[in-house]
T-cell receptor
Framework: DSGVTQTPKHLITATGQRVTLRCSPR?????VYWYQQSLDQGLQFLIQ???????AKGNILERFSAQQFPDLHSELNLSSLELGDSALYFC????????????FGPGTRLTVL | AQSVTQPDIHITVSEGASLELRCNYS??????LFWYVQSPGQGLQLLLK??????LVQGIKGFEAEFKRSQSSFNLRKPSVHWSDAAEYFC????????????FGRGTQLTVWP
């Protein structure tokens, strides 16, 4: 158990819908990262937050957004969902803005039908 | 372009045999290097990391990795594989900037024969 929690574990929805994925980092970690894992793209970095502020953006679509709240949990919002958004979404956390060690949550498997 | 290459998509070994998983990266400077393991239905677990210093690093579960600057490689090794090592292994790189993101290879799926 890494100490990073993600909910829900599975999510099945339809095209055009909007979903929210939630992540709670390890106790004491200020930095949260979101990654997408798909068969065709592999593991891709989406976005990073540090202590409530966005710090880095990767291959994140405009339909996707994220935020980190004062209690340091983070949410990834995916809207206007397409079939190709079906993937495993991981959250990771680390102590500070430098990567050091990133601890990964168990992931949320999103299926868009 | 920055890239992390794991040339072996799938490796099969017998239990008790030695294992080496390859990883090459293409960056100008020495990045920070990581190996993660992903079991089915699980998240990624950090096996070991290299930041600086001794180029042979020890990790959990009996794994080790060697950083070779001249070859831009960070290969993962285990002298004797156990059936429970069957999983997918990912090499990851941090460029060493302040961004903190990881670049992952495509992974190597390890099958262990009894």
């Amino acid at each position: 158990d890494s100490g990073v929690t993600q909910t829900p574990k599975h999510l099945i929805t339809a095209t055009g819908q909007r979903v929210t994925l939630r992540c709670s980092p390890r106790s004491g970690d200020l930095s949260v990262y979101w990654y997408q894992q798909s068969l065709d793209q592999g593991l891709q970095f989406l976005i990073q937050y540090y202590n409530g502020e966005e710090r880095a953006k990767g291959n994140i679509l405009e339909r996707f957004s994220a935020q980190q709240f004062p209690d340091l949990h983070s949410e990834l919002n995916l809207s206007s969902l397409e079939l190709g958004d079906s993937a495993l979404y991981f959250c990771a956390s680390s102590v500070d803005v430098r990567v050091n060690e990133q601890f990964f949550g168990p992931g949320t498997r999103l299926t868009v039908l | 372009a920055q890239s992390v290459t794991q040339p072996d998509i799938h490796i099969t070994v017998s239990e008790g045999a030695s294992l080496e998983l390859r990883c090459n990266y293409s960056y100008g400077a020495t990045p920070y290097l990581f190996w993660y393991v992903q079991s089915p239905g699980q998240g990624l677990q950090l096996l070991l990391k290299y930041f600086s210093g001794d180029t042979l690093v020890q990790g959990i579960k009996g794994f080790e990795a060697e950083f070779k600057r001249s070859q831009s490689s960070f290969n993962l090794r285990k002298p004797s594989v156990h059936w429970s090592d069957a999983a997918e292994y990912f090499c990851a790189v941090d460029r060493g900037s302040t961004l903190g993101r990881l670049y992952f290879g495509r992974g190597t799926q390890l099958t262990v024969w009894p």
